[in-house]
């Protein structure tokens, strides 16, 4: 069993940053690919970012390509979400996962997923 905790959210200025982790406290993820997905008040979830679990492949979402970049230390068993040139359409509470791979994540098929962190973003 694998549980994971999220943190570094907030409230930012648009245009502003902010750098989301994912821990695992419990288990290990180093041999799964993880990924990023939010859920914005009455907003659909959406899949954001995913990363192989070797740390080589990464893949966006249109909506922030060019804008977010995830990460991961497999010593540490931690994973990020850099987050810059943010906009009020980003806020939601960011939820990061684990899963099989990269295309599994991207189909919504996740193997371990944390309760998430608000990240609310003023005009």
């Known amino acids: 069993q694998v549980r994971l905790v999220e943190s570094g959210g907030g409230l930012v200025q648009a245009g502003g940053s902010l750098r989301l982790s994912c821990a695992a406290s419990e288990g290990t993820f180093s041999s799964y690919a993880m990924g990023w997905f939010r859920q914005g008040p009455g907003k659909a979830r959406e899949f954001v970012a995913a990363i192989s679990w070797s740390g080589d492949t990464t893949w966006y979402a249109d909506s922030v390509k060019g804008r977010f970049t995830i990460s991961r230390d497999n010593d540490k068993d931690t994973g990020n979400l850099q987050m810059n040139s943010l906009k009020p359409e980003d806020t939601a509470v960011y939820h990061c996962?684990?899963?099989?791979?990269?295309?599994?994540?991207?189909?919504?098929?996740?193997?371990?997923w944390g309760q998430g962190t608000q990240v609310t973003v003023s005009s």
């Open positions: 996962a684990g899963g099989q791979n990269i295309a599994t994540l991207r189909n919504g098929f996740y193997m371990y």
